[in-house]
């Protein structure tokens, strides 16, 4: 099983919301990314973790919140965004940080 | 920045005719990666060479690697209207953690 998979696949909430992305890998795989990519643009590398820990954390503002409960899953925890945190969230997972890493499909996601 | 920078940043042929795209980036890399990305969904690893490479294939694709120059090109042959996409390559610049991409390349393919 080579997919990552994520739900759910459209988000729109208001900026008083929380909510959760939640991605799932059955790869093995030791290390999970969150991203954010805008229209036209490169995906931009959120979180980080390798072996469940959080191990980089690129600066995002506290309104996201990661978590890994375990090897296989990936949450993002969403709360009180702004209409500029518009954008496509994505998941993936490689074997080890410079490995090919595997893409879910993403959560498009609507604040306003 | 580390960040890789694609050229052209958008390129539109016909069906059959070859795509060639070209990442170039700044510091040492270890290996470099390219990613087809279609319309708003996620990204599809294609092929990866490393520092110690210079050419690859995969099916229709051929990957150079010059680290000389610091350049990379993603060579698409006999292309189809399936091949459009957003093309990224990914470096693993010694220093960072994790993969850096680049700006992207968009490829119309015409039928």
């Known amino acids: 099983d080579t997919e990552v998979t994520q739900t759910p696949k459209h988000l729109v909430m208001g900026m008083t919301n929380k909510k959760s992305l939640k991605c799932e890998q059955h790869?093995?795989?030791?290390?999970m990314y969150w991203y954010k990519q805008k229209a036209k643009k490169p995906p931009e590398l959120m979180f980080v973790y390798s072996y469940e820990k959080l191990s980089i954390n690129e600066s995002v503002p506290s309104r996201f919140s990661p978590e890994c409960p375990n090897s296989s899953l990936l949450n993002l925890h969403l709360h009180a965004l702004q209409p500029e945190d518009s954008a496509l969230y994505l998941c993936?997972?490689?074997?080890?940080?410079?490995?090919?890493?595997?893409f879910g499909p993403g959560t498009r996601l609507t604040v306003t | 920045s580390q960040q890789g920078e694609e050229d052209p940043q958008a390129l539109s042929i016909q069906e059959g005719e070859n795509a060639t795209m070209n990442c170039s980036y700044k510091t040492s890399i270890n290996n470099l990666q390219w990613y087809r990305q279609n319309s708003g969904r996620g990204l599809v690893h294609l092929i990866l060479?490393?520092?110690?490479?210079r050419e690859k294939h995969s099916g229709r694709l051929r990957v150079t690697l010059d680290t000389s120059k610091k350049s990379s090109s993603l060579l698409i042959t006999a292309s189809r209207a399936a091949d459009t996409a957003s093309y990224f390559c990914a470096t693993d610049a010694r220093g960072y953690s994790t993969l850096t991409f680049g700006k992207g390349t968009m490829l119309l393919v015409s039928p």
């Open positions: 993936a997972s490689s074997q080890d940080h410079f490995d090919e890493q595997y």
């Open positions: 790869m093995g795989h030791r290390a």
């Open positions: 060479i490393r520092s110690n490479e």
